[in-house]
């Protein structure tokens, strides 16, 4: 197990959690066995799941890069999930040093983790909040004293607003943050995407994660997916499989986009 014992306030060991289920796939030690548990039920129904997390991670980084190197000097990332190798900072900070980045999550484990590993960054914060408030959230005088809404911010909403259960409900939170943006702004979304909501593994990882915090996984279409970029100039390649966002390997890059099945996407969104 990991170093943080059960008995940090506010977490029920009993009880699986998406960011120490992600932990899992990814091969880190921060989870108990209820998340191991939940994660091995779904590793059996999508074996490649822990291929795909390593992918997101892996997307998210490409997407920091190519977001400094525009000039985004400012990083906002929700549902961080716990720190694993490449983390924001590190890789937004390799090139702009004084960039800034605030982590919110609202898993106390995260946050545990995360002030840990930050407390000698103070370009770099963690934060509790909750993505479906997206308003207290961005009126955290902690956020808005670190990060400066007039200028160019980096919003990363990697692998979270799939456990949004309303569909209204998770295109008002995008709309919300999205509101304070000024331009040169960038959003960054990774999504699960089914073309069968019907489709019966994806009925029976739904059921896996009933039983965790958020009690939900939500498979949107493309289309619903795409729509929370409306009016945003999408970064090439677009909306795609997040192992086909500018791939590093040849052999990926020689891969064909396959939308026929169950995926997370992922896409870049440039604020005019």
Not at 228 to 238: A, Q
Not at 245 to 264: F, K, N, S
């Amino acid at each position: 197990m990991s170093a943080v014992e059960p008995d940090v306030p506010g977490v029920d060991p009993t009880v699986p959690s998406v960011a120490r289920m992600y932990d899992y796939y990814l091969g880190g030690k921060d989870n108990f066995p209820a998340d191991r548990e939940a994660a091995e039920k779904i590793i059996a129904i999508v074996p490649e799941v822990r291929e795909t997390a390593r992918d997101n991670r892996a997307f998210l980084g490409k997407a920091v890069r190519v977001m400094a190197e525009q000039g985004v000097r400012q990083f906002l990332d929700l549902g961080a999930g716990l720190p694993t190798q490449e983390n924001v900072h590190q890789v937004a900070q390799r090139i702009v040093p004084d960039a800034r980045v605030v982590y919110v999550d609202n898993d106390p484990i995260v946050l545990t983790h995360a002030r840990a590993l930050l407390a000698d960054n103070p370009h770099t914060l963690a934060l509790w909040g909750d993505i479906t408030d997206p308003a207290a959230l961005l009126s955290d005088p902690e956020l808005t004293g670190h990060l400066d809404f007039s200028r160019p911010v980096g919003l990363l909403t990697s692998a979270v607003l799939h456990f949004v259960p309303g569909d209204q409900q998770a295109s008002d939170i995008v709309k919300t943050l999205r509101a304070p943006l000024a331009p040169g702004s960038h959003l960054l979304i990774s999504h699960f995407y089914a073309p069968d909501t019907d489709d019966p593994k994806v009925r029976a990882g739904q059921q896996v994660y009933r039983a965790t915090k958020p009690g939900a996984l939500i498979a949107r279409s493309l289309r619903q997916i795409g729509a929370y970029f409306d009016g945003l100039s999408l970064l090439e390649p677009g909306l795609v499989p997040v192992k086909s966002w500018r791939p590093d390997a040849e052999l990926d890059r020689q891969v064909e986009v396959d939308l026929a099945a169950p995926a997370l996407v992922g896409a870049v969104g440039r604020v005019p």
